[in-house]
């Protein structure tokens, strides 16, 4: 009865916008919301883009797809860049629909109600020398950042650290300096029911335990070793939660039972970034337990 009453409160005209850290519950409001109000399912998590993982980043699965129509998800081939901009490209020939916007990436939604800063595409060179030096650690990228970067970016999130860097060398001005520069947003807040799922931690933690459980008996280690022959740490699509893990386990360098342990702490330890990001950024969304 809670639950049916808290979707009650959410609008039946207005986009709907749907975050929270992962494993908080996001997909299955996301359908019930499809289906009350025939709204389309539009992903906001960087990782459920790729078509090479499914039940690793728990993705729709086929039975949710043929009973709700789902946009924006497995559509980018596993070795292809992905950028914020062009997410916001795509979500931009969607929203005149009725949408349920759903996902983890809070950056995607900051893009999508904030704006996006108009800055110009970071060449090869720069960011492969990006990928070289995220891979002996943050400090030196951190060191070259101007003091306004440096104060905004979240400097414990090392993809974060590589953008501004990479930013900052490309075009000679600091990333924050380009934000300050951004137009005006797609979508504003003031137009859209937005909405951040917020479970305690014990809670969100024993969810995604049984869910990576879940994912094991539903045959993520053979999606894992599936990219195993080409397995590239760089490439953004590499990055799922648990799949490093489990490609330690499958190249014999660690049990089984001891890669799971080691997935599911990970991922613990990102939905606890994932909600202080939320904590901070989503200030003025409506926070459902």
């Known amino acids: 009865m809670e639950y049916l009453a808290t979707l009650k ?3 039946r005209e207005a986009p709907v916008l749907i975050a929270g850290p992962t494993a908080s519950g996001k997909s299955a409001l996301a359908m019930d919301l499809a289906a009350r109000d025939g709204r389309i399912i539009v ?3 960087a990782l459920q883009v790729y078509d090479c993982w499914r039940v690793l980043t728990a993705r729709p699965t086929q039975a949710d797809t043929a009973t709700a129509p789902h946009a924006l998800y497995g559509h980018i081939a596993r070795d292809s860049a992905y950028s914020v901009g062009q997410w916001l490209r795509e979500a931009a020939a969607l929203i005149d629909r009725p949408v349920v916007i ?8 900051s893009a ?3 704006g996006l800063a108009d800055i110009p595409p970071i060449p090869a060179a720069v960011r492969a020398e990006g990928d070289r030096l995220r891979a002996a650690g943050t400090a030196a990228m951190l060191t070259a950042l101007d003091p306004a970067t440096q104060a905004r970016i979240d400097t414990a999130n090392p993809m974060r650290v590589q953008r501004a860097w990479e930013v900052q060398q490309a075009t000679g001005r600091g990333l924050a300096s380009w934000q300050d520069d951004t137009g005006p947003p797609l979508l504003p807040l003031s137009r859209a029911d937005a909405i951040v799922l917020r479970p305690t931690p ?3 933690n024993a969810r995604i335990d049984a869910r990576f459980d879940a994912m094991m008996t539903g045959g993520a280690l053979d999606e894992v070793r599936a990219q195993l022959d080409t397995w590239t740490p760089a490439l953004p699509a590499m990055r799922a939660i648990g799949a490093a893990e489990l490609v330690a386990h499958l190249q014999g360098r660690m ?4 890669a799971i342990s080691a997935a599911k702490i990970t991922t613990h330890q990102y939905a606890k ?7 901070s ?3 003025d969304w409506r926070v459902f337990a």
């Open 281 to 283: 950024r989503m200030a």
């Open 102 to 109: 759903v996902g983890g990436t809070g950056l995607y939604f």
């Open 112 to 114: 999508l109600t904030a």
């Open 202 to 204: 014990a809670t969100l």
């Open 255 to 258: 049990p089984l039972d001891a």
């Open 9 to 11: 409160t959410i609008s």
């Open 43 to 45: 992903n906001a998590d």
């Open 273 to 279: 970034r994932q909600r202080t990001w939320f904590r």
